[in-house]
């Protein structure tokens, strides 16, 4: 149970050495990958919003971070304050002057606002006050044992309207990478389901979930009392619908 006194600890760059392709690229198909882009995208969304020559800016720069650091610190797993203090001291100054590259093409501030984001990361980071979150590099494991319950009613209460949704992206995450390394058949339970439907964060990883759990040997289930909580999701009702075996 979370509080402020224990607070829930993750790395978000379990696996980071296979995030990259042979060309030295992200790849579209690596989870790790994939979480720590919406982890970013739900801490800081520009004014005009994630738009299509924005995203692979940001996905370059993350890839720009990997590519330094395993070639700088092999064996070492980052922390996220080390994602901070690469984009602070290495990208800002050249979005600034309006030479930093992304597949070539020169990006300025004018069209990604690199102050704004890393202000919006700064909480985050080791001087932040969510610094408990992701700066762990061997974090404990919380899926270790046979039984794990995640109780997340007081994340809601925290004044931070986002440092819910990013919580549940790291437990998510977590077990998404337990369901996928553990060969022995796994049970994920949502109880009050209608929370992680409605949230905006979770309701995509939910659809996820669902899609992929049978080939890990993986059972998902979400319990509620009302079944319009499922169905008035357009997200993900076709996903819980379509692919449960029990209803």
């Not at 696996?15 to 060309?23: A, H, I, V």
């Not at 931070?160 to 549940?168: E, N, P, R, T």
């Not at 209608?194 to 040997?217: H, V």
């Amino acid at each position: 149970s979370w509080d402020v006194d224990h607070p829930f600890s993750f790395n978000a760059f379990i696996d980071c050495e296979e995030w990259l392709d042979g060309s030295g690229n992200l790849r579209q198909d690596c989870n790790g990958a994939t979480f720590l882009m919406a982890f970013l995208q739900t801490l800081w969304e520009p004014a005009e919003g994630w738009t299509s020559d924005r995203t692979p800016v940001l996905r370059e720069m993350v890839t720009d971070f990997i590519r330094f650091w395993l070639d700088k610190h092999s064996g070492v797993l980052p922390v996220f304050d080390d994602l901070c203090c690469y984009l602070r001291d290495v990208v800002q100054p050249e979005v600034l002057s309006g030479d930093y590259l992304c597949g070539g093409i020169r990006v300025g501030m004018d069209r990604f606002d690199i102050v704004s984001m890393l202000l919006a990361l700064q909480p985050y980071s080791l001087s932040g006050g969510f610094s408990f979150l992701l700066n762990d590099r061997n974090p404990k494991d919380l899926f270790s044992s046979r039984f794990t319950v995640f109780e997340v009613d007081k994340l809601s209460q925290v004044e931070d309207q986002k440092f819910y949704s990013l919580c549940v992206l790291c437990i998510m995450n977590a077990f998404d990478h337990k369901m996928r390394t553990l060969p022995t058949f796994k049970v994920m339970v949502i109880e009050e389901a209608w929370k992680a439907i409605a949230n905006e964060t979770m309701a995509p990883y939910l659809k996820g979930l669902w899609k992929t759990s049978r080939k890990f040997q993986t059972s998902a289930m979400v319990v509620t009392q009302q079944i319009t909580d499922i169905t008035s999701s357009e997200v993900i009702k076709d996903s819980i619908l379509k692919n449960s075996d029990v209803k």
